[in-house]
């Protein structure tokens, strides 16, 4: 489709994030340089027709390439996504999939969460030389290191590793997608978080940062820049904690501008804050479903065990 120079990012939503999404590809499309493309595929998590029709709508697709990806259920069942105890959706997990369900012939993707804005020309990034690291990554605005009193890997001592590791963020990732396959990290981050779980407050970071350990290479801090801080010009801004369509939003002020101008040129132009009632009914949603799938679970390992018993 294009002449120009392509890069490849991935973010993954269901409905309720989706207008997130919608001003994070705006932002993009409105920074991106006419010398490259983006094509931006969007593995999408029980998207309906129209609100995939209101995302195209909204973009200009002269400059970025929207492409919906579904994962297959072998993919799914060959890489059983964890239940952990968070009240974070299971669709966090969709990213470590990423390198079995791009084509083959590419070899380098950014993967960026949908709560984010791109204020830079972000082919910065995509030239970066990984040096032999499996990804690129920007060390956490909060938490520093392993050892971090409140945040970081909790069990470090168990583990092994050092308290003085950096940490990162897991908001950008570049990776290297035949570095990923070969040292089979979705697998091991998978089985870390499983036998870890009490331990991973965030549980794809938690395994992430454990597995990658010294494995991946730090960018600069304006790549991944939190919006509680106050840099007055970030790269990339991550609205982390409260998002900007909340009510209740905490962040710096001038970010929240930032979003809604971009926002204001999408199909979701009309958003009305939504109030700390409903953040919670969403985050309760979530928990309740996970508890459905635990027992669904227990169910299932009960019955296997009666029926071997009775073989």
Known sequence: MYKRKIYHIVATSDEYYMVLLAALIKSLEQTVNADIGICFHIIE?????????????????EKIDI????????????????????????????????????????????YLDVDMVVLNNIAEVFETDLGGAII???????VSSFGHSWGGIKNYKMLGLSPDLPYFNTGLLLIDIDGWRSFEVTKKVFECISKNK?????????????????????????WNYFSCGDHSSP?????VGRKPIFSAYNGNSHYKQLFFGYLKDTQWYDLVAISELDRYKQKLSIILSKLVQITQKLKQVCYDKKSTRET
């Open 136 to 142: 690129a990554a920007v060390k956490d605005q909060r």
């Open 198 to 222: 009490k331990y991973a407050n965030y549980p794809d970071q938690y395994g992430l940062n454990v597995v990658l350990a010294q494995k991946w290479k730090s960018l600069d801090p304006r």
């Open 67 to 110: 492409r919906w990806v579904k994962l297959s259920n072998s993919l799914l069942n060959q890489f059983k996504l964890p239940l952990d105890w968070s009240s974070y959706p299971q669709n966090i997990y969709m990213r470590l999939l990423i390198p079995y369900i791009l084509d083959a012939a590419i070899k380098r993707v950014l």
């Open 45 to 61: 998590v029980n998207l309906s027709v129209e609100v995939k029709l209101k995302m195209e709508q909204s973009i200009d697709a």
């Open 235 to 239: 790269f990339i801004v991550h609205f």
